[in-house]
Structures are given as structure tokens and as C-alpha cells.
């Protein structure tokens, strides 16, 4: 038996009417503003060859961990779900696999993963009744002959979804050409990358040597020299920015960073690139590392952001079979007042630094990092991020960085996904739960509501465009 597909209008608002009523006005001003999406994970190679997308399996479930990880957690293995490994593509067939996902959608009944698919199914594909086993098989036939139009290509999607800035991120072994591709192919679209180092700065990381060669092929210098370390990510750098990117992301384990004399940084460099690093020896490289990243910043401009707190690659055995980002990545107790002091240290009191920092452990966020951004120049608070980019994990980032931080020392909201098609649903729960939380204060006298019409916007736009440097000119991609 079908049941219906209906996207309440007032989902996500408070139950209170008078105040629900306030949270409609605030949403009336910003729910056609324009997307900026500073930070995320698409594929940059979709929008440069604007191929159409192959099918619901490969577009909506394999690249989704939010997804997966959930299914696998019910003990359904990955290698039906037409997720990638190591040895090659996946043998699943596609339908299967969206059969199993279709008839498994009670798993996320309550979750964020249900909120952005039924977006997704509903206002993207028109589906007007749920996904379930029955329906399964309709879904599949009716969104693969949608992927198959010139409506559904990737720039297509990307002008639909009122996108108007999109960063992607690479790391500086990355040639950039499909970023060279979209700047050369005529299309609008602001597609921008985001230098993501981690590869060529993390010892323990298994690609390390291979990605120092690249790094060396790419900047023409001796990366295995200290000095002509550094060097090349000056040179790289650049190429980042001359393809748009204007910040820089760093996923490291801890926050730690250090302020190292340069004859230790020297020393502790060739014990790095000779393989002879202890564990205590590679977490005090990556955190040298974030901050000669942030003497960089100051030298070129680049947005640092740091978002530490994640046990990678937990589940060993997915990670051996299925490699990196297979959901498998759980949250850690995170340390930031010792940790950021080295570089608050030399570089807190920069007028020209910018360095925006993003938690998995919400226990910091009234303890640690509301204060520290609440007073230091350079500092900005990411939003709720990863396993917090919640209806709940939005409201408690809110309440609690909030009362200390203020509103403007955060930089609105980023969907940090590597799933195209949610981006615009993403955004309308961050918009919708902010002016859910606005229309509180207003409720309570402790905002008028014109102020709180003024703040929406700025947290649905003008924040997140300001602390990325996206309302400055754009780049042009040299030929």
C-alpha cells in the first residue's frame, strides 16, 4: 500500500503558534536567497565534463555515507549497496541495491537522512509518494529517466538549486584540471576548490610517500628538504587560489598545534620524510603544520579551517577492504584551549588572519570555543558539523556558542557533502531551524523582529560568504 510524500510547510517550526507564526516571517526572507556552500566534498569532475549522472544508485547511495553506514550497521554489507573497494568498482547490480536501501527506509525514520531524501525525493524528482520496497522499483525507472535529461546534468542542477558559489575540496597533489575544464568550458557556474594539505602533512597517513612524490612533481621543488617543503606548498597555494580557492581545510586528529624553534621544526622534518616517526612524532609534525598553514594564510589570505576530533577510519577491516571515508569515522574527546595556544600564541591578535574552527565534541562548545572566538580576532566557530548537522545538533550549537560568541563570530552554515543533490535541503533545515531559534528570542522580547529579520539573512547568506571571501571579485583561472 503507497503513502503519501508531503513536505509540511511548517516542518522544523516551533509547535507554539504565536511563535511559529514569527518563525514563518523570518523564513518568508530568506528561503529563495541564493546558496553559498563554502565547504564540501562534491566532485569537481561533474560539473567539468557535465556528463549525465548514471543512475539512482551511484548518485544518491553509494557516495552518501550518512546512508550506508546506517544499512551496514544493520548488518547489509556494502558490497550490495554499490559501494566502491579497493579491488574496483562494485559487482552489485545498481536496481538491487536500491531495492535493499528502498526497503529499508524505516532505519531512518527520526534522522536527518530522511528529512534531506524526502527534500530530495519531492521537490527535486516529484515523487508524491514514499520510498518503500513496493515502490522501489518505480523510484529507480522514474529518476534514471530524469538523470538522462539535458534537465538533470550537473550544471543544470547546479542553476536549479540557485547555487550560487560551490567549494570542492582537493589536495595539493591534485592537478586541478577539472577545475581548469569548468573555467575553460564557458559555463557561469562558481565551482572553487579549498586546499586540503592532510595527505602531504600526515605521516600516518597510508598514502603519504606516494602523495610527497606528486606534491614534488607538481611545485618543481625538493620536497624533501625542509625549506623546499614548505616552498612548494607556497607554490601550490597559489595554484589553489588561481583556481578559485580561498581557504584552506585541515582534518587532523587533534587540535594540537606547536610554535617549534626552526632548527627542531628542521630536525623533526627529516625524521618525517625518513619513516622513522613515532606516533607522538607525527601528531607534533601536523600540529607544527597547522601553524606554518597559518603563517601561510597570513602571507596569501586563504581561510584556514580546522576540524579535528575525528578517529578515522575506525572499522579496520572496511578500511582495508573499502579504503578512506566508508563511515566508519567516530568522534573524540577534543582538547582546544591548550591545543590552539601555540598559534594563538603567535598569530590570535592578526587583524589579517582568518582561521574558522569546527568540532565533533559538543561538550567544547560553551566550555571552550565560544570563549576563545568570543575573544580572539582570528577565530570563527563553524557550524554544527558532520554527526551534529542536525535539527537538535543545530539548536544546541546555537544555545550554547551563542550567549558567549554572539551570532557574528560564526560563519552561517556549510553542508560539508559529498551528496550533490542534498545541498539545497541541507540548507533549508539550516535556514528553517535558525529562524525557528531567532523566533524564540523574538517571543521572549529578547529580539525585535526586525533585527531578527536582519540576522536570518545574514546567517543564511552574507556570514557565510563574508568569512569565506567570497563577496570579494572572482579569480579567473589562468590558461
Known sequence: MSQ?????????FPAEAGVRAIARRLYGEVKTLPIISPHGHTD??????????????ELLLAPDHYLYRMLYSQGIPLEKLG???????????????????????????GTPSAMWLNHVFAQVFGFTERLNAETADSYFDVINEKLA??????RALFDRFNIEALATTESPSDSLRHHRA????????????????????????????????????????????????????????????????TSTDHGHPTAATADLSPGHAEALFRTIVAGKASPAEAELFR????????????????VMQIHPGSFRNHNRQIFERYGRDKGADIPTQTDYVRALKPLLDRFGNEA???VIVFTLDETSYARELAPLAGHYPILKLGPAWWFHDSPEGMRRFREQTTETAGFYNTVGFNDDTRAFLSIPARHDVARRVDCSFLARLV?????????????????????PKRAYKLDRPRRKLAA
Open 4 to 12: 503519501s510524500l508531503i513536505l509540511n510547510d511548517d516542518r522544523l
Open 44 to 57: 569537481p569532475e561533474w560539473f567539468a565534463t557535465n556528463d549525465p549522472f548514471p543512475n539512482a544508485t
Open 83 to 109: 559501494i566502491a573497494s579497493k579491488a574496483g568498482p562494485s559487482e552489485a547490480d545498481p536496481r538491487e541495491a536500491w531495492r535493499l536501501f528502498a526497503g529499508a527506509q524505516s532505519l531512518f525514520r
Open 149 to 154: 535529461t539535458d534537465a538533470f546534468r550537473p
Open 182 to 245: 569548468i573555467a575553460e568550458s564557458g559555463w557561469g557556474g562558481q565551482v572553487i576548490t579549498a586546499y586540503r594539505p592532510d595527505p602531504v602533512i600526515d605521516a600516518e597517513h597510508e598514502d603519504f610517500q606516494a602523495a610527497l612524490e606528486r606534491f614534488a612533481n607538481l611545485s618543481g621543488q625538493d620536497v624533501m628538504s625542509w625549506q623546499g617543503y614548505l616552498q612548494a606548498h607556497r607554490i601550490r597555494r597559489a595554484a589553489f587560489a588561481e583556481a578559485g580557492a
Open 287 to 302: 600540529a607544527q603544520m597547522l601553524t606554518e598553514m597559518a603563517a601561510m594564510s597570513l602571507e596569501d589570505g586563504l
Open 352 to 354: 589579517d588572519l582568518s
Open 443 to 463: 517571543a521572549e522580547h529578547r529580539m525585535d523582529e526586525d533585527e531578527a529579520a536582519a540576522l536570518a539573512v545574514d546567517l543564511a547568506y552574507n556570514l
